[in-house]
């Protein structure tokens, strides 16, 4: 008869899940629009799908000394959206490679990333989230088959944007080795320059207590107000992005060659023909005819890859470290191909989250090489978003 559930004994308590799958672990609790608290000791039946600040843990082996490399998974959607149960990030495959993988929810949106006047600099609500779920995974992790010091924290999109921010040198206290950065985002502004035009969606003052206060229906139909605002940027998220601010720990940092290929606002322009030079210029292109030129020798999307650029490729361009790569497709579609499939991406980031430094060079400002895996196989290549670093 084969067993159907497991309780593992750890410092946060009794755990029960499933034999290979523990699906939703508390890691804090929070009131609204305050910092999260850690939680003492419980008994918890992790075998439902909650959300909220809870973690998953996916592990061959829920047997303490196991020692397994570790992966923290930490998901995209613009800061406002998005889960840890998505589907192209299902844990299946990679615990069948080995892997104990941990995924991790956080706050979003207003409650997550909306700052205060008295918050501390640099510091998000969402991410502080993240840290305290990486410091579970310190406490815990060797009781479900871990090794707590073989983690590789892995986000995608805003996610990136996070694992990035966790690097940052006034954040970073080593509950990681090392990051792999999928399509980096941040917002191209300072919350504070929004500032107002949140206020006026909300009709009331930015204040802890005021949002508090409102009902969470209006609060989500006022972040919709705010939002549309900014239909080609992020609204919410850690601003200033600063890659001379991250931690000397090894980085791998990706984008797609077709990013934003699927924006709505971008397929639109790109089907009549029009807007490419409006755009670039609203979204901070310097050089706007030469790189306009650029785009078209690589295809007639130049509305849609003006604005990947602009919201990712650009990121990834200005950190001038770490091992680069550029993956095929659009937004999102290499997350298949390194949780899902038995591919070359998958090969070459699960070696890097056993530890296994990359095969080839790493990037250098007087060299700029990065490897390319557009055209399905991997070859290294020379300075691959050249038109992008110089058109911020």
């Known amino acids: 008869m084969s067993v159907t559930s497991v309780t593992i004994t750890c410092p946060a308590g009794q755990i029960t899940g499933e034999p290979h799958y523990f699906r939703s672990i508390p890691y804090a609790s929070a009131q609204p629009f305050a910092d999260a608290q850690k939680l003492p000791p419980r008994d918890i039946d992790a075998r439902g799908t909650v959300q909220g600040l809870q973690l998953s843990v996916a592990t061959p082996e829920a047997r303490f000394g196991a020692d397994l490399p570790v992966i923290v998974y930490i998901h995209g959607g613009g800061y406002d959206s998005g889960s840890r149960f998505e589907p192209r990030t299902a844990p299946e495959f990679m615990v069948s490679q080995g892997f104990v993988v ?50 590789t924290l892995i986000g995608q999109s805003a996610g990136a944007g996070i694992a990035l921010w966790l690097t940052r040198l006034d954040h970073y206290k080593g509950a990681f080795r090392r990051v792999v950065a999928l399509s980096p985002s941040f917002p191209r502004q300072p919350f504070q320059a929004r500032k107002g035009a949140l206020r006026r969606s909300l009709g009331k003052p930015v204040t802890r207590k005021a949002l508090a206060a409102l009902d969470p229906a209006k609060l989500a139909k006022s972040y919709g107000r705010f939002k549309r605002r900014f239909f080609n940027d992020l609204p919410l998220g850690p601003f200033p992005y600063d890659p001379n601010e991250l931690a000397d720990i090894d980085l791998i940092i990706s984008s797609t060659r077709d990013e934003m290929y699927h924006h709505e606002l971008g397929q639109k322009l790109d089907q009549r023909g029009v807007g490419t030079k409006l755009i670039a210029r609203l979204l901070g292109i310097k050089n706007v005819n030469d790189y306009l030129k650029a785009a078209r020798t690589i295809d007639s ?9 602009a919201m990712i490729r650009k990121y990834v361009a200005q950190t001038e470290k770490g091992w680069w790569i550029e993956f095929p497709g659009r937004h999102c579609e290499d997350l298949t191909l390194i949780f899902q499939q038995d591919s070359q991406a998958h090969h070459i980031i699960a070696d890097f989250a056993r530890a296994k430094k990359p095969t080839w060079p790493l990037y250098e400002p007087t060299k700029r090489q990065a490897l390319s895996l557009v055209d399905g196989h991997a070859k290294v290549v020379s300075d691959p978003l050249k038109m992008v670093r110089l058109a911020f």
């Open 102 to 151: 941990v995924a991790v929810d956080y706050r979003l949106s207003l409650e997550g990333f909306v700052r205060f006047h008295d918050d501390e600099p640099h510091r998000y609500r969402g991410i502080d989230d993240c840290v305290l779920a990486l410091e579970w995974v310190q406490k815990n992790i060797e009781f479900f088959g871990g090794d707590p010091t073989n983690v």
């Open 301 to 309: 999307r130049v509305v849609g890859r003006t604005i990947g650029d």
